[in-house]
């Protein structure tokens, strides 16, 4: 796995009340929950990124209210037609 780098200023913990490993774990979720949102990976992918089951990953993606799942009116449109 590569190791990325972000340089931020300490004061940003004492502002956050976090410790280092809290923000580093919330910053890594939101990175992935983002990148998930926008369909550039999956969710299998952002519980990897996480550290996190593919289960807990789609409940924290619940808790910051992103859908698990797309569907766009051609899916909508057939599901009615088959009722």
Request: with cysteine; hydrophobic share 40%; glycine share 10%.
């Amino acid at each position: 796995m590569n190791t990325i780098r972000i340089e931020l200023p300490d004061s940003l913990l004492l502002a956050t009340g976090q410790s280092r490993a809290e923000f580093v774990r919330e910053a890594t979720l939101t990175l992935a929950a983002n990148l998930f949102e926008q369909g550039r990976i999956s969710s299998g992918k952002g519980a990897e990124i996480c550290g996190l089951s593919r289960a807990d990953f789609m409940l924290e993606m619940g808790k910051r209210g992103i859908p698990i799942v797309q569907l766009d009116e051609g899916d909508l449109s057939r599901e009615f037609e088959d009722v």
